[in-house]
C-alpha cells in the first residue's frame, strides 16, 4: 500500500511539472511570434488547412502585437493599437492590417475566469477573445454583428509558464490552434553610478540591414581579442547626471578617425574622454540619451542618422534604444542609424563602481568670479584635477599637478563663459566661470 501510495505521489509531481502550473493573474500575452503560432486543420494538432509561416507573421505584425491582459481584479482587456488584422467578414477585403472594428476594438467590458480542473479559460464580454476574433465555440463569426457573449479556451502551459497553447474545436472536425508568449514585466533601469564596457564576446558589435540582423559584419571571439583596446573603454553613467567616457590611452581607430589601416591607436578629439557630457534616461521610450559632442556608446562613429567621416563632424547628442536583462546586468541597444542600417551592442555591467564619481556641490571654490587674469581653485580635499572647459567643449586648462589652494594663469583666454570642473577618487563638482 505504501509502495503504490509513493507512486501516486510521483506521477502527480510529474503530471504537474509537465503541465505547467498556470498563474494567468495580472499577466500580459501575445501571440508567439513563430511559425505555426497559428494554425488550423481538421483535427487537433492537425494544421492542413493553413498554418502561419515566419514570412506572413511578418506580415501579420499589427496583429502579433496585440496584447491580452489578464488583470489581477479578474478584468480582461484586448490591446489592439492603432490596428490589428483585418479580413473580409470585417470588413476588409483583401485581409490586411486594418483599424479595429467595433466590438473588437479593445471596448469591450470583459472579465477571465480560470477552471483549473478542466485547464479552461473562459472569456466574457462581447468582443473580447484570445487569438483570433473570429474564432469561438460553435465557429467562426460572419460579420461582426454575431459577436458572442463568452468563449471558452482550453489551455495547456509549458513547465516554465510562458508559453500558453489553445487547441480549440470550433464546431464539427475543426480545430483551432493558437501559441501566446507571456510578455516579461519590464526591468527597472538603474544606471545611475554604474560603469559599463562592451562585452567580451561574439555579436557584442555587429551591423546589418534590419535589426537583428548582422549579415554586414559581426564581430567574432578573436576579433574581441584582437581589439582589446576598444573592450576596455568605460561607459560611466555617474549618479550626478554627468556621463564619462573613459578611453586609456588607446582605443580602436579607423580610417574615418585618422588611422588607416585600423588599429589601436590614440584617441582623437573630441571623443578622448574630455568631453563635458551629460545623459539622461527616458523609461517610458526605453531610451539613453547622451547629450555633449564627443560623448557616446559603443562606437564613435554612430549617431542616430549616420556614421561620421571624420572628427570634425562630431553630434551634439545621441539617442540609443536600450533593453535590459532581467538580471540588470547585461545592456543591448539596437539602433537604426538611417535608412535600412541598425547598429547592434551589447554591454555588460562592471560590478566595481568605486571609480564613478559622486556629485558634491561645494567640492571646490573659485575665485574671484568674475575674473580677469588669474583665478584660485581652493577646496578643503586633495583634488586630483582641474579641467578649464570653453561653452563648446574645448579643453582650455587641464592639470594633475594640484594642492588645497591652485592658481591658474587665464589671461590669455578670451572674455566669455567656462567651466571649471574639479576631481577627487571619488567626487566630482563643476562650477562657472566668467573672465571679462
Not at 467578414?89 to 483549473?116: K, L, Q, R, Y
Not at 554627468?242 to 571623443?271: K, M
Not at 547622451?290 to 562606437?299: F, P, R, S
Not at 561620421?308 to 543591448?332: E, N, R
Amino acid at each position: 500500500m505504501k509502495k503504490n501510495y509513493l507512486l501516486l505521489l510521483l506521477m502527480t509531481a510529474v503530471v504537474s511539472t509537465a503541465v505547467g502550473q498556470v498563474d494567468l493573474k495580472g499577466s500580459v500575452w501575445k501571440l508567439a511570434p513563430e511559425a505555426n503560432s497559428l494554425a488550423v486543420g481538421p483535427g487537433e494538432g492537425n494544421f492542413t488547412w493553413w498554418s502561419i509561416d515566419a514570412a506572413t507573421v511578418t506580415t501579420r505584425a499589427c496583429l502579433y502585437d496585440d496584447e491580452y491582459k489578464f488583470n489581477a481584479d479578474g478584468s480582461f482587456e484586448n490591446v489592439l493599437g492603432d490596428q490589428t488584422w483585418g479580413e473580409p467578414w470585417s470588413g476588409t477585403d483583401p485581409e490586411a492590417c486594418a483599424t479595429p472594428v467595433s466590438p473588437f476594438d479593445g471596448t469591450a467590458i470583459a472579465t477571465w475566469d480560470f477552471d483549473a480542473d478542466a485547464m479552461e479559460v473562459t472569456i466574457t464580454g462581447k468582443g473580447a477573445y484570445l487569438g483570433l476574433s473570429k474564432v469561438h465555440n460553435t465557429g467562426e463569426l460572419a460579420s461582426p454583428d454575431d459577436a458572442v457573449a463568452s468563449i471558452t479556451y482550453p489551455v495547456s502551459m509549458s513547465a516554465d509558464g510562458k508559453t500558453m497553447t489553445i487547441d480549440m474545436n470550433y464546431g464539427g472536425d475543426g480545430w483551432w490552434h493558437f501559441v501566446l508568449a507571456k510578455q516579461e514585466e519590464p526591468v527597472e533601469v538603474k544606471l545611475g553610478g554604474t560603469t559599463w564596457k562592451l562585452a567580451p564576446e561574439a555579436n557584442s558589435l555587429a551591423v546589418g540591414p534590419g535589426e537583428g540582423n548582422f549579415t554586414w559584419w559581426s564581430i567574432d571571439t578573436a576579433t574581441v581579442t584582437t581589439r582589446a583596446c576598444l573592450y576596455d573603454d568605460e561607459y560611466k553613467f555617474n549618479a550626478d547626471g554627468s556621463f564619462e567616457n573613459v578611453l586609456g590611452d588607446q582605443t580602436w581607430g579607423e580610417p574615418w578617425s585618422g588611422t588607416d589601416p585600423e588599429a589601436c591607436a590614440t584617441p582623437v578629439s573630441p571623443f578622448d574622454g574630455t568631453a563635458i557630457a551629460t545623459w539622461d534616461f527616458d523609461a517610458d521610450a526605453m531610451e539613453v540619451t547622451i547629450t555633449g559632442k564627443g560623448a557616446y556608446l559603443g562606437l564613435s562613429k554612430v549617431h542616430n542618422t549616420g556614421e561620421l567621416a571624420s572628427p570634425d563632424d562630431a553630434v551634439a547628442s545621441i539617442t540609443y534604444p536600450v533593453s535590459m536583462s532581467a538580471d540588470g546586468k547585461t545592456m543591448t541597444i539596437d539602433m537604426n542609424y538611417g535608412g535600412d542600417g541598425w547598429w547592434h551592442f551589447v554591454f555588460a555591467k562592471q560590478e566595481d563602481n568605486s571609480n564613478v564619481r559622486t556629485l558634491d556641490r561645494n567640492l571646490f571654490k573659485v575665485y574671484p568670479n568674475p575674473a580677469k587674469n588669474e583665478i584660485t581653485v581652493s577646496s578643503n580635499e586633495n583634488l586630483s584635477k582641474v579641467t578649464i572647459y570653453d561653452v563648446t567643449g574645448k579643453v582650455m586648462f587641464s592639470t594633475s599637478d594640484v594642492n588645497l589652494n591652485s592658481t591658474v594663469n587665464v589671461s590669455a583666454f578670451s572674455r566669455g563663459i567656462y567651466m571649471v570642473e574639479v576631481l577627487t577618487d571619488n567626487k566630482t563638482s563643476v562650477k562657472r566661470l566668467i573672465l571679462e
